[in-house]
């Protein structure tokens, strides 16, 4: 058999599955625009465009086995564009200096930081002495200190303060997290906070359908926070209009270390299991009355009430992109329902990724598109495959018990690697928790969220919410019970950047081709995780304000400070895999720390600087403050220079070090901005 022959060959029993491979075509064009270091021209976009057009047309003459490899490359480079394209579509001016004065806008957005502060996203926005044409288009205030006597926060109303804003801030060690990426594509030009008073300047804007919407999902809140109260209702709130605000740091910890913090986020599990109560519910009303029943298609009549409540779902819980992606693969299953097709299938998911990644191609860098669609491609696979085999999950009382075993074992083995990536902790017993805990939430938990939703224009809302209330408490002592278990959680050091896609790409290959040769992608996974074992965190990373150094040491990286940039401080350290506090960390810190043959000395405020004598070539020193006299022959970083590189990584290379910048790693993209001199 000739080279082609088989070649041909191999593509012909890829027919009939090869849909499934069109998203992870276009996740591989969008990950290389957010991969590239400096943004693609213009002409470039369109040689692309025109490229990918080309080679779909000439699919059409081209061999078998040919074919699907021109598609695949176009389906790439239209990827490319469409990121591209999206990029370009929500620019707006970025602040390029730091700002005190007046700040004015409507507000759009109302939620709670990490540190519990209220957070005000205003647009419309008018800063004193500033042009519109370099005002932002939106900005995010955080509310600090006594705000008795600010006004009550309301959607659509305009409101005044005095405080501070800066542009988005890079990554807190290159290669980190950009957050100066996702400001860029949630339209805000500035963060900042105040302590003032909040005062009203116009009353709440009337008409527009997004504030109606968040006035709605506000007013909800306040009702279920007021019916439940304390973390239950703050759960409760978080599970049925996004708000997280009402819950604990206590209980936010406990459910992150006993992985259950995704039951939290308005994902596929809560509009699938919101969905499937409704269905249920119309296709039993529908089935009682015979005449019904026998003539009306109720399966399609109830899978399309279902979609309705999943669009209200989906509104009233502020459609932010997870929300989104979930709706989407609802709605397909949906659909596929009222065309009497399978619900669930390979097929289904790839629609769905497909859409999520036509509308919002950025969602491919987060988090919760790779978790969400780890764990569903995952699921129906290996449903798929079971009932393909025809293997039985036991008796009939106990098949549900097993396939919630199976549910909870398989989405926690998939997503595992994408949640110890990002956010650096594996659950231990993440698995019990869920075993005792998603159960409740399909049997209870939302089953009277949708009564509560029902009865609410009764007055009789708080019988259900009680009820709901229930099962939520069930969850939070299991939370608290599963994360006080010694050993809990685990703590793992960043990927490179390689792994991931390896890990994806091997994943995928595995469930979507056809053959033997499918096996081959075991050796990317095993690729992906042997790059992850062997990557090398950086010697020193030193922080963009120069007020935080970190080195490694046999003990684990040594921080300059016990208190202050403690959000950087615990970033490096969960980069890192380590678990200790930031107060532990400083207590490895000696004054004669030193990085080959280098040492490395924190001046931390003006005193420090003051007290220091001259240094020498020997020496890298780093200061909080702006020098004002030269302190000798040495490398000196301060504000001054690190406000134009960002934060500093060094590393060893052949006994030198090798120092790199935030800012040449992320590149000059359309939203990297650095502040002016």
Known sequence: MGLMQGLSQMMLQQRGHLF??????????????????????????????????????????????????????????????????????????????????????????????????????????????????????RVRVSLHGDQSHSIAAEPGLRVMTTGHLSPPSGPVEPGGFDFQRHAWFARLGAVGYTRN??????????????????????????????????????????????????????????????????????SGLHMGLLSAVVFGALRLVLSLVPWVALRWPTRSIAAAGALVAATGYL??????????????????????????????SLRAVAIAATLVLILRPEALMGPGFQMSFAATTALVAVFGWLRDGQLSLGPKWLAPAVATFISSAVAGLFTAPVGAAHFNTIAHFGLIANLLSVPLMGLLVMPAAVGALVLAPLGLDH????????????????????????????????????????????????????????????????????????????????????????????????????????????????????????????????????????QI????????????????????????????????????????????TGAISMRLENGQIKMQTARQRAGSRLWTHWPDD
Request: proline share 4%; net charge positive.
């Open 20 to 137: 499934g491979w069109v998203p992870v075509c276009l996740a591989i064009g969008i990950g290389g625009y957010f991969m590239v270091r400096a943004e693609p021209a213009l002409p470039v976009l369109l040689g692309l465009m025109a490229g990918a057009g080309v080679l779909l047309l000439l699919s059409r003459h081209l061999p078998e086995a040919a074919a699907p490899v021109a598609v695949a490359v176009a389906l790439g480079m239209i990827g490319f564009d469409l990121a591209a394209l999206r990029a370009h579509a929500v620019g707006g001016p970025v602040l390029g200096w730091r700002y005190y004065g007046a700040i004015e806008g409507r507000i759009v957005g109302i939620d709670r930081s990490q540190s519990d502060a209220l957070r005000l996203t205003l647009d419309r926005v008018v800063l004193e002495r500033v042009s519109a044409e370099r005002t932002p288009m």
């Open 197 to 266: 008073p909040v005062l009203g300047a116009a009353p709440a804007a009337q008409g527009r359908a997004g504030l109606m919407v968040l006035r709605v999902r506000m007013a909800a809140s306040a009702r279920v926070q007021a019916a439940l109260g304390g973390d239950i209702g703050g759960f409760a709130t978080a599970i049925t209009t996004g708000d997280r605000s009402a819950i604990s740091q206590t209980a936010l910890f406990d459910l992150r270390a006993s992985n259950l913090a995704h039951l939290l986020a308005i």
């Open 315 to 344: 509104a009233l819980s502020g459609g932010n992109v997870a929300t989104e992606r979930a709706f989407v693969m609802v709605a397909v299953a949906l659909g596929a329902l009222m065309l009497g097709r399978r619900a669930l």
């Open 463 to 598: 019988l259900a919410l009680w009820i709901m209330g229930l099962g939520l408490r069930w969850i939070l002592a299991v939370a608290a019970f599963v994360a006080d278990i010694e050993g809990a959680q685990g703590h793992v050091k960043g990927p490179g950047v390689w792994v991931l896609p390896l890990l994806a790409l091997g994943f995928l290959w595995v469930l979507l081709w056809q053959g033997r040769l499918r096996f081959a992608g075991i050796a990317a996974v095993i690729a992906g995780f042997a790059l992850w074992y062997q990557a090398e965190r950086p010697m020193v990373l030193i922080a963009d304000t120069g007020n935080l150094v970190g080195i490694i040491t046999p003990q684990g990286r040594a921080l300059s400070k016990a208190k202050g940039a403690g959000f950087i401080a615990r970033n490096w350290l969960e980069n890192d895999g380590d678990g200790t506090m930031q107060a532990d960390a400083a207590d490895r810190w000696r004054p004669d720390m030193r990085v080959a043959g280098q």
């Open 601 to 644: 000395i924190h001046l931390s405020g003006k005193r420090a600087v003051a007290a220091f004598g001259r240094c020498t070539s020997g020496q890298i020193i780093v200061t909080s403050v702006v020098l004002e006299k030269s302190l000798g022959d040495c490398l000196i970083l301060d504000p001054k220079y690190l406000r134009q």
